[in-house]
């Protein structure tokens, strides 16, 4: 890296945003994220706080990007939650997978050596129609606490924070040095509005989940179903998130009492310790939640872009959004996608600088 390093402004302050720009920082750049929203807002049209957040890959047996994504982003969390668990929020549990009808990928899923102690619970053990199950140990995150410490080590390391809501991506590429050399876009469903990117492959996923004090839960369960698919996530602080709902093309924010009501029913007919036994009225409610996931068709975009900047300066934009459900568990190795997609296009951005300083050196 020059002597003077690339400026480089992150579009976003999700997780993917935050480890993103964290990663930049400890690699020396220069970087500030610009974002109208920091962890400790809590705006419905900003994601990551309202993540269910724990570690369960949806990454397809035929896709190694993704595979390689929430593997190294797992045995990132798992070293966190060793060495710094109270102040990431990160806990380590036992989990409980079902499935209704498996398909061919649940069937023999790829990541069984990822994570610790997997194995399939014997057919004996099932719920009643259930087909197929596992248990293996995860992590589960806080997203307040850990969104927060995410920003903590960034400012620490000397990164800067700028709040802004942009319309168009070229509005990160100048500021009043003209010395922006590098813009990273981590705006999850903002791409499908914002100016420069506008992408069409962005789909909109409303998940509803329910927040309930239930500190005795330690285990995180899942179920699929023809019909839903529920989950029970405890958290640090003593609450469980109950879920969830998968509505494509949704952008209401507004909870639903009856999905609510639904949710809770499920909740307990797979957790029933959640209130010993007796029925969703005896759930201590802390929060109605509703999140839009930035799902995308194709997956996420993680890839460089060369643009020119308002001024005429060659700017390289590189993307990292559209993870969908998966912005937690795919964060760190996201990141360390796109920070090695910078190396080769800031390279690649230098080297045609180069060739014409020197073609002008001539005249």
């Known amino acids: 890296m020059k002597s003077t390093p690339p400026k480089v402004h992150v579009v976003g302050a999700g997780v993917v945003g935050l480890t993103t720009a964290l990663l930049l920082r400890i690699k020396g750049y220069d970087?500030?994220?610009?974002?109208?929203?920091?962890?400790?807002d809590l705006s419905s049209d900003y994601t990551s706080p309202w993540a269910g957040a724990r570690w369960k890959t949806m990454a397809p047996n035929d896709d190694p990007r993704l595979q390689r994504y929430d593997a190294e982003s797992f045995k990132i969390f798992w070293e966190l939650a060793k060495c710094r668990a109270g102040e990431t929020g990160i806990m380590v549990v036992?989990?409980?997978?079902?499935?209704?009808?498996?398909?061919?990928?649940?069937?023999?899923?790829?990541?069984?050596?990822?994570?610790?102690?997997?194995?399939?619970?014997?057919?004996?053990?099932?719920?009643?129609?259930?087909?197929?199950?596992?248990?293996?140990?995860?992590?589960?995150?806080?997203?307040?606490?850990?969104?927060?410490?995410?920003?903590?080590?960034?400012?620490a390391l000397g990164g800067k924070r700028i709040h802004i809501a942009l319309s168009s991506i070229t509005e990160a590429m100048d500021d009043e040095q003209n010395s922006v050399d590098i813009v990273i876009n981590c705006t999850g469903m903002h791409s499908a509005w914002l100016g420069g990117v506008k992408d069409k492959n962005i789909k909109p996923i409303r998940g509803q989940n329910v927040l309930v004090r239930a500190n005795h839960i330690r285990r995180t369960i899942s179920m699929k179903t023809k019909d839903a698919y529920t989950y029970i996530i405890p958290r640090s602080d003593g609450t469980v998130i109950l879920g969830t709902t998968k509505e494509e093309e949704s952008t209401n924010t507004k909870p639903n009492k009856a999905l609510a009501k639904d949710?809770?029913?499920?909740?307990?007919?797979?957790?029933?310790?959640?209130?010993?036994?007796?029925?969703?009225?005896?759930?201590?409610?802390?929060?109605?939640?509703?999140?839009?996931?930035?799902?995308?068709?194709?997956g996420p975009r993680v890839e460089n872009e060369f643009k020119t900047s308002p001024s005429g300066k060659p700017i390289l934009v590189t993307h990292n959004y559209g993870h969908d459900g998966s912005g937690y568990q795919s964060s760190w190795g996201s990141a360390k996608h796109t920070i090695q997609l910078v190396e080769e296009g800031y390279t690649a951005l230098q080297a045609r600088s180069n060739k014409i300083q020197t073609l002008l050196a001539r005249l």
């Open 94 to 155: 036992p989990s409980f997978d079902y499935y209704e009808k498996p398909t061919d990928d649940q069937l023999n899923p790829w990541w069984k050596s990822v994570v610790p102690g997997f194995q399939v619970i014997p057919k004996h053990e099932l719920p009643p129609k259930t087909s197929l199950g596992y248990r293996f140990t995860t992590v589960l995150i806080n997203p307040e606490r850990y969104l927060k410490w995410l920003q903590a080590q960034f400012v």
């Open 263 to 298: 949710i809770m029913e499920r909740a307990i007919k797979y957790c029933p310790d959640l209130t010993n036994g007796k029925g969703i009225k005896r759930l201590d409610v802390v929060d109605h939640i509703v999140g839009i996931r930035p799902g995308r068709e194709g």
């Open 31 to 40: 970087v500030t994220i610009l974002a109208k929203h920091f962890p400790g």
